[in-house]
């Protein structure tokens, strides 16, 4: 069974800073593209930033140049420095990840539980 468990939330004033990790876990034959999404209250979830085994990144308008997503594929592992905070940001960020496990082969898309940050005026 494969998981991601996020940490790195928390409350912060406009301007600050946070990093948020996501690790995967489980009997994994490969990852392909990670990244962040985010829920604000009474929104649809969004793309915030993915990255891909290879390290090309994408990124929503709305964050470019304030957050950077990387990732650790020795430790399964996705990040996400989050700069220059704005309220705006406030939201419930989910790590995603897209998977590959054998016996049998199969290819799954995985959500964490969701981390919240909030960003205080």
């Known amino acids: 069974q494969v998981q991601l468990v996020e940490s790195g939330g928390g409350l912060v004033q406009a301007g600050g800073s946070l990093r948020l990790s996501c690790a995967a876990s489980g009997t994994i034959f490969s990852i392909n593209t990670m990244g962040w999404y985010r829920q604000a209250p009474g929104k649809q979830r969004e793309l915030v930033a993915t990255v891909t085994s290879g390290g090309s990144t994408n990124y929503a308008d709305s964050v470019k140049g304030r957050f950077t997503v990387s990732r650790d594929n020795a430790k399964n592992t996705v990040y996400l420095q989050m700069n220059s905070l704005k309220p705006e940001d406030t939201a419930v960020y989910y790590c995603?990840?897209?998977?590959?496990?054998?016996?049998?082969?199969?290819?799954?898309?995985?959500w964490g539980q969701g981390t919240l940050v909030t960003v205080s005026s």
């Open positions: 995603n990840a897209h998977v590959v496990v054998t016996t049998p082969i199969r290819f799954l898309e995985i």
